[in-house]
C-alpha cells in the first residue's frame, strides 16, 4: 500500500478539523488590516531595548562614545514602530477575547502614543536596572566585574523583561507583557509576573524555579535565591466558581529582605523588613521585621 | 610562534579522536537512505501540530472561517511526510541501539501507516487539550481570556508536546516522543515523560521543576504547582545490576488531586481522589482520599 | 496627531540615553580589532565540541567510520579559529573590566596556544564523558539505550558544557566558561559553575533547579536529582563591604553520594562517602559516609 | 593613529550626507503607516503566482490531484494579502512622485479590490503561458519535454514575470509592473516592458540581450532569439525638452514573424505577417508580410 | 466593502485552478519517496565542486596544504549524497516526462554508482580548468593574476558549470545537466548548453550573451568575445511537425579560432583551424583555415 | 552493491584532489589573521553604499529629515569597519598574488586611513550619480518618475557599482573594484571595469550586453544603448608572450556622444563631441565631432 493510499484518512481529518464546532474556544480570528501579537517581534524588541539600556553589550557592539546617539537613534526608531505595531496587537487582542477596552480607539494613533510613552522612560529604567546590576554584583562572591553579570547572569535577563513588561502592564497594555516575562521565564526559570511591583537593588541567584505572582509587592534592597515561590494561598470563586480577579493575593516583602532556596512564601503576608526566611521551607503567615525562619531539622534515619 | 604551528598539536588530535577504540559506544554509524532523527523536523512537526490543534494562534495567522480547510490541509500534508521521516527514523534507529523491534518492516510503508494513524487521532487530541486550556483559566486569577492562556502560559505548550508524543508513545515509535518532551522540558521545565498516562482538564501552575514519570498515571481535573515531582523511589536491579525495566514505579494520582510546589511524591503510591498536598513535602506512602497533607511549622531562630 | 509627531519625544530620549552620565558602568567600549565575546560563536563552539565528542550524533550525521577523520579534522580546524577569537575576547574583557591580566600578552598568540592546548584535551574529555553516559543509563530504568541518553537527557547536554567550560577555567580565561555552563542552564536548568570540581560517572536525573557552586569539589559515582542546591550558605566581606571572593564556601561531595530532588546543602561541610541525602531538605552540617537524612514527617491536617 | 581617530572624518561625511540640500530629487519620505514597495515581497508574489499557474514545478512539489486545492487555497490567500499591500504602496507611490492618481482613494479598500480582479485572471494567464510552453517545446529540438521546459528554459520565467505584470500594467498599477519584469531581466537578460502586449504562443530562444519596449505590439506564434530588440527610433521632445510620454514609438509584429539573433527593429514600423528578419541587422521602415531579410554579405581581408 | 468580501472571488480562483482540466501539461505530480529536482541542491553541488576544485578560493578559505584533505574529504562527502539524490531526481524525472530510461533501475544504487563515476572524474576536470584559466589570463591585459581570474571573471564561473554538467550529461542523466548551465547562464549571461564539446584552454571575454548550441564542436585555445552565438541555421521537422531531436545541427571551431563580439555562426559548417571572424556578423558557411571574416564597412549619412 | 562500497572511489578522488601537484595554481592559502575577500560582505558593502547615497529607497525605508543622520551615522559606521576589512584582504591579495605593493604596510591601519578616504569621497559620489539619474530620466519616455529609474533601472545600479569600484580603484586596492563592478554586471549584463573614466550625466538604455573596457575615457552626456562593446582591438605582447598591461588600448568617447544597440567600438580611436553612432556597427577607426555612422542597408533575399 502506497503512501498515497492514506489520502482518504488526510482530508478525513482535515474535514474534523476544520470543522467550526471542532475549535470553539481554540480559534483565534483575525482581523484583517490589524497587526498581530508576535514572539519574533516582540524578541526584537527585547532585544533593541536592551542593546539601548546596557550600550555596547548587546547588539551595537562596536559602538563608541561619539557615535553612540547614532546607534540609540536608529534603535530608538525601530522599537518605536515595532512596538507601535504590538501595542496595537495587544488593544486588538484585549477588545476581541476579553471584551476589556481601556482605550476609546485602539487604533494606530494610541498605539503610537503609548509607545513614544514608553520610550520616554527608558532613561529611568536604565537607572534602575544598574541598582539591580549592582545588587547581583555585591551579592555574589564569583562574581568578577559588572560585565561579566550584564552579559550572563540570567537575573539580568529576566529582570530587565520584567521591567520592560510591567512599564506597559503600567499603560494597561493587554497580552504583550505577559509574553515578555513569559520570554525570560522559558530562558531563565524565573517567572515574575509583570503586574508585580518590585524595588531598587532587587537581584535573585541563579534563579530557576522562581515564581513571583501578579500582585507581589516587593521592596528595595530584596534578594532571592533559586526556586522561591512567592505565591496566592487560595482565590475567592465568584458566585460561577469562576476566580475572582484583582484582589491582593501575593505576599508583601519589605525593605532588605533575604529569601533562600526552595523557599515558599504563599497569601497576602507581610515578610517584615530585614527578615530572612531559610531555604525549602512553607511560609503563610506573616513575619516579623528582621526575624530568621528555618526548617526544622531533619532527622536520620 | 605562528597559529600555524598549531597544526602538528591539532592533527594528533584528530587522529586520536578518530581512532575507533575512543568512540565506542559514543559513536552513531548512520546506515545510507535511512532519514536521521533531527530535531529541527521534530521542531517543525511540533509546530505543524500546534498550528492545526489551536487555529490562528500559531502559524497561519491570518486564517478566517472560510479558508481554514486550505491552512490544515497544507499543514497536515507537511506534517505527514515530515512525521512519516521522523518515524521511520525512530524505529531505524530503535533497531540498532536497543535492538527494539515492534514492526516486521521498519520501512517507509509501516512508518505512513504509522503517521496516519497519529494523524486520524488530532481531532480528538483537540478535544482534550480543550478542557486543558479551560483548567488552566480557571485555576487563574490573573488569566483574563482563553488566548491569553493559549498564547503565553508554559502549561499549553508542555501538555501539548505531551499529547503528542504519548500518541507516538502509544504506537511503540522509540527515541522521538522523548525527544518532543524533552524540547518542552527546555522551554518550559516542566518535564513530562511521555509514556505517563494522563487525564483531561489538567493543568500546572508555573511549572518550572515538575517533573512526571514515566509510569505515573493522572486521573480527571488534577493540577499541580511549580517544582512538584512525580518520582521512583528506588528500583530494582536485575542479576547484572542494571534496573528492571517497565515495573510501574511512579505515584497513581486520582481525580481532583491538587498538588502545591515543590512536593515530592515518590514510588507506585495513590493519592486519592480530592486529596491536596502542601508545598515543600515529601511524600512516600499512599494518601487518603480528600486528605490534605502538610509540612510541618517551621520555627524561628 | 501623526506619529510623527512623537519625533521630538524619540529625539530627547536619544539624548539623555546618549549621554554619557547616564550609561555609566553599562557601557561596554570596544577596542577595534579586538575580537568581541559572542554567544552566537559560543553556540558554534560548543556544537562543534559535541559533534567531536559524540560522533554521528550531532553535526555531521552521514559520518562513517571511514570517512570520520575527514569530518574530525574539519570540525577540529573550526573549532580551533574560532575558540581562538573567543579566548583572545576573554582575555581583553577581563584585562578591561577587572583587571585581570593572567597571561603576559593577551593577544591573538596567546590565545592561539590556549586553543590548541583546550583541543589538545578533547581526548581525555570524551573518556571522562563516556562514564557520564554509562551513570545516566545505569541510573534510569526509563532509558532504552546509550543512543537515546546522548540524544535527549539534558545532563548530556550540562555536563558537556560544563566540562568544556571547566576545561577553559582551567586555563584561566575569563567570562567564556561562564557563558558556556549558563548556555546550559538556559537550556536545561542546570547551573553548574565551570569552577566546580567533578569526578567521573556523574549524572543529574531530569536536572531542572539544580546549582552547583563555583568552590563544590564532587567525587566519582555521584547522582544528584532535580532541584538539588550545593551552595554557599554565607560569604565574608572584606572591609569596603564587599564579598571576598575566591574562598572555599560550597559542600564537598564524596564518592558514590545520592542526593534527592530540591534538597539544599549550604556551605563548606563534607557529605561523607556513599550518604544519601533525601529529599526537599535543608543540610547545613557535614554528614557521615554512609548515613542517610530525610524531611521529618509531614502531618495531616 | 588607530582607527578610532578616523571618527571625526567618518562624522563630517555623516552631516554633509544628512544635510537635506545634499539628497534633493534621490531621497524618499516614506510615509507612516503605508506600505512599502519591497523586493522582497514582490519576489515572493512572483513565486507564489508560478507555484500556482504551474502546480508541482515550483513551491510545494509534494502537492497531489486530491490536495492540490489546500496548496492553491493556501497560496492565493498569502499573494491577496501581500499584493494587495505591494499594490497600496505602488498606488501611493505613483500619488507622491509622479503625481499619478488613478483611483480617487489609493487606500488599502482600494488595493485589496484591484488583488482580487489581478487574481481572478489567474486562470486565464494560465491558459496563455500553456500556449507559451508548448512554443518554447516545439521551436528547440534539444528540448526533451515540457518539463524541462517549465523547469528551467530562461523564456518562461520572463514570460510569466512579463504576463504577471501586464496584468498589473492594465489595472493603471504605478512602478510595481515595472520592478516585476526588471526582476526577470535580471536573471534572465530578457527586458520586456510591462506595457508591451504580446499573443499567444510566444517564445524567445536563449534570450540573453532581448529588448521589447513599453509600445511593441506583437502577434501570435511570434519568436524571437537572444539579443533581439525591438525599439524606439527617436522620440518628440516637449516644449521644455522633456520626452513626451505615451507616443507609439515600437514596432508591430504581425503573427508568424521570426527574428533572428542581434537583430535591432526600431521605430513604429510594421513587420508584416510571417516575415523573417535575419540575424544582426537594423530595420528601420516596416517589412512586408512573408518577407526575408538578412545582412548583405561579410568579407574576408 | 472590506477585505472579506472578496473571499469568494478567491475561492473561486481557487476552485478553477484546481481543476484538473486547467493544468494539463503544467503540473507535475511528483512520486512519493522519489527526491525532487532542487535548485537550492544544485547550487549547493555547484559550490562544493568549486570549492574542491579551486580550494581556498570558494568555500573553505582557511584551508591550509597540511589539512586539505580534511576538508576535501567532508565535501566529496557531501557532494556524494547530494548528487546521488540529485542524479536519482533527474532519471526519475526523465522516465515520467520524456520516457527516457537509460538505466534499467533509476533506483538510488544506479545513482549512487553514476555519482561516485562523476567524483572519479574531479581531478581531470581540475585539470582542464587549470588551462581556462590561464588563457583567461593570457586572453587579458587588464587581468592582474590568476587569482583574480578565478574569483570574479564569468568564463570561471560558466566554464566550471559546463564542465560539470557535461560529465553528469555524458552519464546520460536528464535535466540535471541543463539546470546547471542555466544557472550560470543566469549569472553571467553565458549560455552553454551541456551538450557541446569543448576543448581545453577556452575563454570567453566578457561573455554576456554568448550561445554556444548543443551540438558544437570546440577544438583547443579557442577564444570567443561577448554576444558571439553559435547556433543552429534551421531544423528539420519530422512527419508531425516536430523538430528532429540529435541532428547536428550547431558550428564546428577548430583548434585555435577566435571570434569577435557579436558574430553570429550558424548552421553545421565548420571554422578552421585559426580562423578569425570579426564582431557583429553573420557567417552561415564553412570559413578556411587561417581566414579572416569582417563586416562590411559602415557608411557615414 | 551498498553505497558504502563507493567509499574507495571517493577517498581515492579525495587523496588525488588533496595532492599537491594537482592543485597548482588554483590553490589560494590563506595567512591566519588576515582578512578574506568575501563577496557577501562586499555585497553589504555597496548595499550600504546606496542606502546612504539614496536614502529612503533602499535599507532604513523609514528614513525621515529629523531622523536621517542616526541611520546615515549607523550605515557610515558599519560601512567603515566592512571596508577596512575588505581592503586589507585586497591589499594583502594583491602582495601575495602579483607581487603589487602599493603601500608600505598593507596592515589594518592603511586599510583603515584608505576606507576613511573613501567615505569623505561619498557626498561628491551622490553628486555625480544624481546626475546620472538625471540623464536616466530625460533620456527615456517610459519612465514616470526619478523615483522609478532610481528603483529599478538597471543603469543605477550599474553606475553606482561603477562609481564605488573606481573610488577604490584609484586608491590602488586590488582586486576589490573588480569584484564590485563583476557584481553589478551579474545583476544587470552591464561590465564596466573599474579603471575607466566616465563623466557625469552618463546613462545607458536596457544596458544587457554593454562592454566599457579598462582604459575607456568617456566625457559628460553620454548614452549607450544595450549590447555596446567599447573594446581593445589588439594588445602588444612582450618578448614572453604575455600581454603588456596597462597600454591605453578602447576608445574615447567625448562629450554629448550616443551609440545605438550591438555597436562595437574597437581600440583607441576617438568618437568626436556629439558624434552618433548606430546599432550593430563595428567601428575601428575614429569618428568626427558630430558625424553619425550607421550600418549599410540590409537586403531582401
Known amino acids: 500500500m502506497s503512501p498515497l493510499d492514506y489520502t482518504h484518512i488526510l482530508t478525513k481529518a482535515v474535514d474534523e478539523l476544520s470543522d467550526s464546532q471542532s475549535y470553539q474556544g481554540l480559534f483565534h480570528q483575525h482581523k484583517e488590516g490589524e497587526p498581530l501579537p508576535s514572539g519574533k517581534s516582540l524578541q526584537r524588541i527585547v532585544e533593541l531595548a536592551r542593546s539601548i539600556l546596557f550600550p555596547g553589550y548587546f547588539g551595537n557592539s562596536t559602538i563608541n562614545s561619539q557615535t553612540i546617539n547614532y546607534h540609540i537613534g536608529v534603535n530608538i526608531e525601530e522599537l518605536f514602530e515595532l512596538l507601535t505595531d504590538q501595542i496595537q496587537a495587544g488593544l486588538c487582542f484585549g477588545v476581541e477575547n476579553s471584551g476589556i477596552q481601556?482605550?476609546?480607539?485602539?487604533?494606530?494613533?494610541?498605539?503610537?502614543?503609548?509607545?513614544?510613552?514608553?520610550?520616554?522612560?527608558?532613561?529611568?529604567?536604565?537607572?534602575?536596572?544598574?541598582?539591580?546590576?549592582?545588587?547581583?554584583?555585591?551579592?555574589?562572591?564569583?562574581?568578577?566585574?559588572?560585565?561579566?553579570?550584564?552579559?550572563?547572569?540570567?537575573?539580568?535577563?529576566?529582570?530587565?523583561?520584567?521591567?520592560?513588561?510591567?512599564?506597559?502592564?503600567?499603560?494597561?497594555?493587554?497580552?504583550i507583557p505577559r509574553i515578555i516575562t513569559e520570554m525570560a521565564h522559558s530562558e531563565t526559570g524565573i517567572d515574575i509576573h509583570p503586574g508585580a511591583q518590585i524595588g531598587h537593588h532587587f537581584t535573585i541567584d541563579h534563579g530557576t524555579?522562581?515564581?513571583?505572582?501578579?500582585?507581589?509587592?516587593?521592596?528595595?534592597?530584596?534578594?532571592?535565591?533559586?526556586g522561591v515561590t512567592l505565591g496566592a494561598k487560595s482565590f475567592p470563586l465568584d458566585d460561577d466558581g469562576n476566580p475572582i480577579k484583582g484582589i491582593p493575593r501575593h505576599p508583601i516583602l519589605e525593605d532588605d529582605v533575604i529569601v533562600y532556596s526552595n523557599a515558599t512564601i504563599l497569601g497576602r503576608i507581610t515578610i517584615g523588613k530585614g527578615a530572612t526566611i531559610g531555604g525549602n521551607i512553607w511560609v503563610t503567615e506573616s513575619v516579623e521585621p528582621g526575624a530568621r525562619i528555618v526548617q526544622r531539622k531533619s532527622k536520620d534515619f
Chains 1, 2, 3, 4, 5, 6 share one sequence.
Open 209 to 226: 524555579g522562581v515564581v513571583i505572582g501578579a500582585t507581589c509587592i516587593i521592596g528595595n534592597n530584596v534578594k532571592l535565591y533559586q
Open 102 to 175: 481601556e482605550y476609546e480607539s485602539p487604533c494606530r494613533a494610541t498605539s503610537a502614543k503609548l509607545a513614544a510613552e514608553f520610550i520616554s522612560h527608558l532613561p529611568e529604567m536604565r537607572q534602575i536596572l544598574a541598582t539591580d546590576v549592582e545588587a547581583a554584583y555585591y551579592g555574589d562572591p564569583a562574581a568578577t566585574c559588572f560585565g561579566e553579570i550584564i552579559c550572563c547572569y540570567p537575573i539580568i535577563r529576566a529582570i530587565t523583561n520584567y521591567r520592560i513588561a510591567h512599564e506597559l502592564y503600567k499603560l494597561n497594555i493587554p497580552l
